[in-house]
């Protein structure tokens, strides 16, 4: 059918866009998945969210870069050491690099030293502030979208435009507030027509503003509250900014290893590239951290989980809604009369309220 071969194209387009780390935490996940599944542990299924996956996901995209660039760093270093020390081939030069007695290149790697590691420690805690600003705000939304469910069901129940307002809370949830990915700008930038909260208020509020109204315009503002701490703050050009610093302060390593080398001989080398690779190594670690705090979703940084775990009720009450399994019906008026004054209820009191039934029971 139509809509099979669309559901097709979309699941073979979003695998063929995931990320070479992607696809091998997929499959590490999944092995560890059915592992579990064997074990009698319970899976997550349908759009949730694998923490496993998204776990391996992050420990893979910042382990084995990290990783194979202190390796490379480690076995790099004689070579590099020694290829200056044939350019220089001085010994005026070889005695300050080897004692450091001008302290140039010491004075050059505090100071490289000091500014990589300002920019990078101020930007690690703005980025995680705007993540922690993204929970605040996703929390306040999806607080908000479900009184909005809850007010629709009680007052639009048995009116005709009770589904076409379902939908519309449906489309909300699905192309707006799970869209973690999309351009912040560009949802928010959406013409009036095409947004399903302007169809809500305009189904339920024409002429005199219904109860409605106030809960959609403080969904509305929790939106944009989350929208405005989604959108990246930072551009590209700052991330490679870390990198060239990060790239500047290794380089005055070998520039030293070339004057050591005079004095230990080439087995100094081999110490100093151990030490020169797990230095690289965690630098390349803070930068691809860094990297995934400023990634806005698909990490464990990230709110995918979250968010899954928080939608999961709205969007199961609302399938059940549009799909007629769910409905509100009045319970029937207690004989109050006969009660006394202890019996914690008002004589005379009206004890209408709503619950939900089955509608198939």
Request: proline content about 4%; aromatic content about 8%; hydrophobic content about 45%.
């Amino acid at each position: 059918s139509l809509s099979s071969s669309t559901s097709n194209d979309e699941s073979s387009s979003s695998s063929s866009s995931l990320s070479i780390w992607e696809r091998i935490a997929s499959s590490l996940s999944g092995t560890v998945a059915a592992s579990k599944s064997s074990e009698g542990t319970l899976v997550g299924n349908g759009n949730d969210v694998d923490p496993n996956a998204v776990q391996l996901i992050t420990l893979i995209r910042v382990g084995i870069p990290s990783i194979a660039a202190g390796i490379v760093a480690t076995l790099a270093f004689p070579a590099i050491s020694l290829g200056l020390a044939s350019v220089f081939n001085d010994a005026g030069v070889f005695a300050v690099l080897s004692q450091d007695s001008s302290q140039f290149v010491q004075n050059f790697l505090t100071v490289s030293s000091l500014m990589f590691s300002i920019l990078v420690g101020q930007t690690y805690y703005f980025m995680y502030q705007q993540q922690e600003n993204v929970f605040y705000a996703l929390f306040n939304e999806v607080t908000e979208a479900k009184s909005l469910l809850e007010q629709v069901a009680l007052v639009c129940q048995g009116r005709a435009m009770y589904n076409q307002v379902l939908k519309s809370i449906s489309l909300y949830v699905q192309d707006d507030l799970t869209q973690l990915q999309a351009d912040p700008a560009v949802l928010l930038s959406a013409r009036p027509v095409d947004d399903p909260l302007e169809a809500i208020m305009y189904m339920t509020s024409v002429g005199v503003p219904s109860s409605i109204y106030e809960t959609v315009r403080s969904l509305r503002q929790a939106r944009a509250q989350r929208l405005g701490a989604l959108q990246r703050k930072l551009p590209r050009i700052h991330m490679l900014l870390l990198w060239i610093l990060a790239t500047i302060e290794l380089c005055s390593f070998p520039l030293l290893g070339a004057g050591t080398q005079t004095i230990g001989g080439d087995s100094i080398l081999t110490v100093e590239g151990c030490l020169f690779g797990i230095m690289t190594f965690g630098i390349v670690m803070t930068l691809r951290v860094v990297g995934e705090l400023w990634r806005p979703a698909g990490g464990a940084y990230n709110v995918d989980q979250v968010l899954s775990v928080m939608v999961r009720g709205l969007e199961q009450e609302l399938d059940e809604r549009m799909s007629g399994k769910r409905t509100n019906v009045p319970l029937p008026r207690f004989a109050t009369a006969s009660l006394g004054p202890d019996d914690g209820m008002v004589v005379g009191e009206d004890m209408d309220r709503v619950y939900t039934v089955d509608a198939e029971s």
